[in-house]
């Protein structure tokens, strides 16, 4: 009885290791406004101004494409670094399915998936983002988009920490 269990067990363990794989592990990161301020070089809003998206080949053996993003931003606005209102600032990196990158604009689908063509009344509400993003870079170097810590498109929660940051670099009192 107690070998049934252990395989049981060990099945188990298998099947959600081997799901987890592909999907983003890092533990959710939800600083306060302050902390993300405070650690960060550079806060800044942009807008993506153009967007090139290369598909990659399969990852060996498996069907999952990676998709190689650049992106350019334009600054809107800077609460903390040396960046300048109308400066570009370049990303390059990789977005694929499980992983914690995400793409500005939803394409390649990150958020929710496009409906498909016969069904074109749910398109209405298919999530369609703007390319405006509040960004914390945590280093010079901290050019992608992922889904955690305090990054995130304006109109998905990056809107909730601007009163917050008018606060924090001065431009606004209390």
């Not at 370049?90 to 498909?116: D, R």
């Not at 369609?128 to 010079?140: C, D, K, N």
Request: negative net charge.
């Amino acid at each position: 009885m107690d070998m049934k269990i252990t395989k049981f067990v060990l099945a188990i363990f298998f099947i959600f290791h081997i799901n987890s794989a592909y999907s983003c592990s890092r533990p959710p990161l939800t600083p306060t406004v302050e902390e993300a301020f405070n650690n960060a070089v550079n806060v800044y809003l942009a807008f993506a101004e153009s967007i090139v998206i290369r598909e990659g080949a399969p990852w060996p053996g498996t069907n999952i494409k990676p998709y190689k993003l650049d992106v350019n931003f334009v600054v809107l606005e800077t609460w903390k670094g040396n960046l300048k209102t109308r400066e570009n600032v370049k990303y390059t990196y990789t977005v694929s399915n499980g992983g914690c990158n995400v793409s500005p604009t939803n394409n390649p689908p990150w958020f929710e998936a496009e409906p498909s063509k016969d069904n074109d009344l749910d398109k209405t509400d298919y999530v369609r983002m703007s390319g405006i993003w509040l960004i914390y870079e945590y280093s010079e170097d901290d050019n992608e988009l992922d889904n955690g810590g305090r990054t995130a498109p304006l109109e998905y929660g990056g809107a909730r920490d601007l009163q917050a940051l008018y606060v924090l670099s001065g431009k606004l009192r209390k």
